[in-house]
C-alpha cells in the first residue's frame, strides 16, 4: 500500500517558521503533483499549495508571500516552508500525490500548532 508520510509539524508561536516534508517513491513523486492541503477544526480541508512535476506552483491566496512550496528531485520529498506563521494556520496538514485519474494519494497528516 503506498504512503505518503508527513514531518515536521509542532507548536510554534505567532511570527515563527516550520519546515513540513513528505518523502515519496520515485515513480509516485516523479510522475505526480504534490501537495500539501490542511484541515482545521470543524473546517473543510482546504488547498495551501501545490507543484507540479515541472515545479509550477499554485497557492491558496491566505499564504501567498509566507509559504513555500518546493520539491527535491534527488530525495523525491516535496517541502512545505511556512514563515510568518499565524494561529489561524493551525491545522492538521496532509502531503497528496495526484496523478490525474491515475492516484490520488493522501498521508496522514501532521499537526500544527501556532499559538503563543
Known amino acids: 500500500q503506498v504512503q505518503l508520510v508527513e514531518s515536521g509539524g509542532g507548536l510554534v508561536q505567532p511570527g515563527g517558521s516550520l519546515r513540513l516534508s513528505c518523502p515519496a517513491s520515485r515513480i509516485i513523486f516523479s510522475t505526480s503533483t504534490m501537495g500539501w492541503y490542511r484541515q482545521a477544526a470543524g473546517k473543510q480541508r482546504e488547498l495551501v499549495a501545490s507543484i507540479t512535476s515541472g515545479s509550477n506552483t499554485n497557492y491558496a491566496d491566505t499564504v501567498k508571500g509566507r509559504f513555500t512550496i518546493s520539491r527535491d528531485n534527488a530525495k523525491n520529498t516535496v517541502y512545505l516552508q511556512m514563515n510568518s506563521l499565524k494561529p489561524e494556520d493551525t491545522a492538521v496538514y496532509y502531503c497528496?500525490?495526484?496523478?490525474?485519474?491515475?492516484?490520488?494519494?493522501w498521508g496522514q497528516g501532521t499537526q500544527v500548532t501556532v499559538s503563543s
Open positions: 497528496n500525490a495526484k496523478r490525474g485519474d491515475t492516484w490520488n494519494i
